[in-house]
């Protein structure tokens, strides 16, 4: 899974004229509209989203959210970051049922640090996971990032995904309800029996339309997405769910337990293949519901690309306070205006301001920010107040996300990367915790190893 | 991997004109040539050799291996049953210098018993496993046939596979040398990352090309030569070798080891993309030797299809001595003429006689087959009492199996398809050596499960 391109968008400025090349959205080439002039547009979010007839989030929807979890939407809900869905409603009818659901999400390792960008959906999922209570499987997409880059060996990509796993872990997952692997570890046995069987069902022309593949596409890549897909299943996790049994009927019971995913809008055509085929599966699966974000903004605005190779396009989580500093002073592109006169009589633009973009992931205050927009706009707030304000929330955010992270080991890792039953409140595990009480009453320790048990005491020996 | 097409052969008959259309051979689809009337020809083996540039089987090769091993060539290699190579000199250098390699093998599970035409290139590959003392894998291809077969589910492929396997082994395999696995259990862990890294080898175009794909194709299909050319890796099956360590060089040294691979000449296009391509791989290794078949004859000769779903189309190996003559004397195609009159004066023709080719197969005396053959050329040789010979060649050949197939027990089979270290006299296991001797000393039994040392042992005890 690709995460969210870190491609940035600029609204139209007054006086432009309409893009004259269309966006481009798909889960390998993303690139937004161009006006006659050549200028990078805005992405059309509302456009893609007509185009692909997925459902905006609106009030309602929030609202309902609101009264059934009794927990305010995040502000990235609030503010439209995460923008549209499929079936997002149908989980909430779950969730006042009662019935388990489970998240899925991925990240492909390209390289071997994550950036502010790669964190805000995993934070957002953690989010998730917090408010429903439920399971969550993270897939490290290893061996799709090597089929794709020429330069990077299966060997690479492993490598980064286990680093990328420790910054993930750092985002405060709980581990009890969290499972993260690599694909090329992880996939086999029922994962791939899975991959197999929903590749079947998947004709060459199918993909193709959808990922702009051609002759010259390595097989690996054109297999794929059979991959991306199967993930959705509940049953390729045999190991999540207590007893699982491919050959009782309670395989097809867990095979109806329906997957949230949450993404960027570019991954939606992954999903489209699962909603049309999974209940052509042998054990048919509901359509996995999706909410999509839109992509992040780089530190350059516009024409700037967030990249691990240039360490001045994007905040890094292993920055220093001071490198978080100098970068926004430096090269957060501004919506300021050229002169402290102009910038009085004009106002700031905060639309293009990559300071106010920032400031927005991170400042929970919607009455607060709304007094910084509009202070920037009228030209009563300063460029330098607004970057001093975003360094400060930044500094924060990676201040707290690296003292999560130093407590990270190789075995803590470990522990979230070992295929084992999960456990959450509305799903106990009936058989494990007779088992934990056996075990307490004979005073026994848990041996070394895979067993799940004594993940689940190492984690709570490291929280408390 | 596809078993062998059981498609059969005719020769030109006298005055017979040439081809009008062509033979086509591709591992999907195999259909000799047609003369102007219609009438199918014998393939030209001559020909496909030359068009693909393999070697054909000489006597200076089977003088070499003589000398080398001394054991007298196989009938069928005496016979150009086995016409054609790649390499096969390079693995008889190989033997010589005492350098290790391995054979590998497979089947495709298309249906739940193997008949006479299937057991052939198992009969040959134990010979030759007998002959070089060298470990075997055989590989199920449950996947591939659940691909390529609309109405084959991946639970009746993987069903077919264990049923298949136990008669493979009763082909009479050395359990201590041999490893038979079903894809659909076993690809995953290293097997699995060699299937990955060698699809990125793979444009879509090259493999569209070697097997025939187009748009309406799907991407199992697509990606499935990728695990067929990852088994002829050593890499591949890291249980086989003692030690193996995947970060160590000891690896490098492993993915050296080449294979030798017996098959139908129809399966050559798989390998020559490994050969192609072998040397591209992070553990680079040598192009493995391939040595090819023809196609066996079916019961009916011309126009005729040894099926599963036709029990009059082939020799099962679950018939009994009165299926099996019945068989023969109603069904086989026969080279004999209409009456006894012109029998006698225009003589038989063996070349079409099914039952004379049967009785090639398994007849190991060259000097009284070439007597069989002349005198039913010269009509003193009547059909029935050649049926007669055919028919008590195939009862003691179809006894013998199932005489060894009652011994195939579901744990007997698991024992061959438990990875596991093997071991042969050419490549013994010092670590393994030690620990039997360890626990013969100590007087314990191996546990249960997945412990080779175990499993040898049954084997040991199945024997005794």
Known sequence: MAAPPPTEELPIREGEKKASTEQEINPWDVQAGQDEQGNTLQFDYVAI?????????????????????????HRWLRRGLFFSHRDFDKILDRYEAGEPFFLYTGRGPSSDA???????PFTFTKWLQDVFDVPLVIMLTDDEKALFKDGLSFEDTHKFGLQNAKDIIACGFDMKKTFI?????????????NVWEFSK???????????????????????????????????????????????????????????????????????????????????????????????????QGAGGKMSASDPNSAIFMTDTPNQIKNKINKHAFSGGRETLEEHQRLGGIPEVDVAFQYLSYFEDDDAKLLEIENSYRKGTLMTGELKKMAIAMLQEYVKEFQERRKQVTDEVMRGYMTPRELVWKGNPNPVRKEKEKEKKGKGEKGEKGKDAGKIEEKTGEAKS
Chains 1, 2 share one sequence.
């Open 49 to 73: 989203s007509q185009k692909w007839a997925t459902k905006l989030i609106d009030e309602d929807l929030l609202g309902r959210f609101e009264r059934l979890t009794g927990k305010k939407p």
């Open 114 to 120: 994550l950036h502010l960008g790669h964190t805000i």
């Open 181 to 193: 692997y690599s694909d090329l570890e992880y996939v086999s046995g029922h994962f791939l029996y």
């Open 201 to 299: 069902l998947l004709p060459f022309n199918q993909v193709r339309g959808a990922f702009g593949f051609d002759g010259s596409t390595n097989i690996g890549r054109i297999m794929f997405p059979a991959v991306q897909c199967a993930a959705s299943f509940a049953t390729s996790y045999p190991e999540i769910w207590p007893n699982y049994d491919p050959k009782a009927d309670r395989s097809k019971a867990i095979a109806k337990i329906p997957c949230l995913i949450p993404m960027a809008i570019d991954q939606d055509p992954y999903f489209r293949l699962v909603r049309d085929n999974s209940h052509r599966m042998r054990f048919p699966s509901p359509k996995p519901a999706l909410i999509h974000s839109k992509f992040l903004t780089a530190l």
